[in-house]
């Protein structure tokens, strides 16, 4: 036996489990510490973080790191961009629920954004530089901004 064909094969040894797939097991996941506060906006503590963005949808969310961690539209359909990147106008998609079974509207998104950027020092950035957040209708959300910010959907 060669040198190599033993490696490979002691190495399809050592690695069973990538050949198991299939199987079903719990991932169970324990934070570093309790669940003490289920609102993201008031507190630091990265197991609320890591909670609210297992539960809780955003308007974009980010890719992997193998993706360069780009936005992608989560609550949103899409965006446009207008006036220079001073104005930018999201879309919420269709079926969006809150847990009682009422639909999400833009003004919901609107007062959460206002909330978020009241504390979060990006949101903080992103509000200096803006002039109204605006809900003209149940899906449009409507960012009318001083100076263009690109960094809006990583907001």
């Given at each position: 036996?060669?040198?190599?064909?033993?490696?490979?094969?002691?190495?399809?040894?050592?690695?069973?489990?990538?050949?198991?797939?299939?199987?079903?097991?719990?991932?169970?996941?324990?934070?570093?510490?309790?669940?003490?506060?289920?609102?993201?906006i008031?507190?630091?503590?990265?197991?609320?973080?890591?909670?609210?963005?297992?539960?809780?949808?955003?308007?974009?969310?980010?890719?992997?790191?193998?993706?360069?961690?780009a936005?992608?539209?989560?609550?949103?359909?899409?965006?446009?961009?207008?006036?220079?990147?001073?104005?930018?106008?999201?879309?919420?998609?269709?079926?969006?629920?809150?847990?009682d079974?009422?639909?999400?509207?833009?003004?919901?998104?609107?007062?959460?954004?206002?909330?978020?950027?009241?504390?979060?020092?990006?949101?903080?950035?992103?509000?200096?530089?803006?002039?109204?957040?605006?809900?003209?209708?149940?899906?449009?959300?409507?960012?009318?901004?001083?100076?263009?910010?690109?960094?809006?959907?990583?907001?």
């Amino acid at each position: 036996m060669r040198r190599r064909a033993l490696l490979a094969a002691v190495g399809a040894l050592a690695v069973p489990a990538i050949g198991r797939a299939a199987t079903r097991q719990v991932l169970r996941f324990v934070p570093q510490s309790d669940l003490g506060v289920l609102d993201p906006i008031w507190t630091t503590n990265s197991a609320t973080r890591n909670h609210a963005l297992m539960v809780f949808d955003t308007l974009y969310g980010q890719t992997g790191a193998a993706n360069g961690y780009a936005c992608t539209p989560q609550m949103v359909e899409g965006h446009v961009v207008e006036d220079d990147g001073r104005t930018w106008r999201l879309r919420l998609r269709d079926g969006l629920w809150f847990h009682d079974g009422t639909p999400v509207l833009a003004r919901d998104c609107a007062a959460s954004i206002r909330r978020w950027g009241a504390r979060d020092a990006f949101g903080q950035a992103l509000l200096a530089r803006t002039n109204e957040v605006a809900a003209p209708d149940d899906r449009t959300i409507v960012f009318r901004l001083k100076t263009p910010f690109p960094q809006l959907p990583n907001a």
